[in-house]
């Protein structure tokens, strides 16, 4: 084990870039798959004929299949239909798709806890039912569904690693490229690496288990 030689300045800014570029990707993904989630979640709570029914048989394909293959025909399986994405742009979606089927689950969940009751009530005070959703409901339903979103949201961040297989240049991309220049490199690297994910993920983790004690007491 080289750690003198795996941190030389160039190696570490290397995996700093990689990191940099793990944490952009995971930022927009969740973004972007925490909008689509809720508005998946509203529809098909609203129970529009067809297209909630169609939008429920999205959602269970999209979470019986792996994140990987996701990628890897985000990457690979559009080029019949002449569409080519970038390595950072075909992760991205994959993330998107991929994790708002998840959020959407978690919103719906927090929705359906919700007492019926205050539905009527808001209906019955002259409140239209756009109106019931985003004054009433949904802050309701975003409150409790905290917890578990967050920890979706870590779980994202540690998929993020999967589009090494597409040769993105995330941090376990970059990691890879320092730990191939000599074998007692490999250690070191994948241990900065495993470092850089805790440092992040963990308060994370400690957010989620505060508000989830916080919102069931």
């Known amino acids: ?61 999209i979470r019986n299949l792996p994140l990987l293959l996701i990628i890897v025909f985000m990457y690979f399986g559009l080029d019949p239909f002449n569409i080519s994405l970038t390595p950072k742009v075909a992760v991205i979606w994959a993330l998107v798709i991929f994790e708002s089927a998840m959020i ?20 019955s005070s002259g409140l239209t039912y756009v109106q019931t959703m985003r004054y009433i409901l949904l802050p309701q339903a975003l409150r409790r569904m905290i917890p578990p979103t967050v920890s979706q949201f870590i779980s994202l961040l540690k998929d993020t690693s999967l589009a090494t297989v597409i040769a993105l240049p995330e941090l376990m991309h970059s990691t890879s490229i320092v730990y191939a220049q000599h074998v007692s490199y490999v250690f070191p690297a994948i241990l900065f690496a495993a470092f850089l994910y805790w440092a992040v993920n963990y308060p994370l983790s400690l957010v989620a288990r505060r508000l989830e004690k916080r919102f069931t007491t």
């Not at 067809?50 to 269970?60: N, P, Y």
């Not at 009751?117 to 808001?122: L, M, N, S, Y």
């Open 104 to 123: 959407s689950e978690i919103v719906r969940s927090g929705l359906n806890s919700i007492d019926k009751g205050q539905t009527e009530a808001a209906r």
């Open 1 to 61: 084990m080289d750690f003198a030689g795996t941190f030389q300045s160039e190696f570490v800014t290397f995996m700093l870039k990689g990191f940099l570029l793990t944490l952009e990707v995971a930022g927009i993904s969740i973004l972007l798959s925490f909008a689509v989630g809720i508005l998946i979640a509203i529809l098909r709570y609203t129970k529009i004929p067809v297209l909630s029914q169609a939008l429920f048989l999205w959602v269970e394909c």
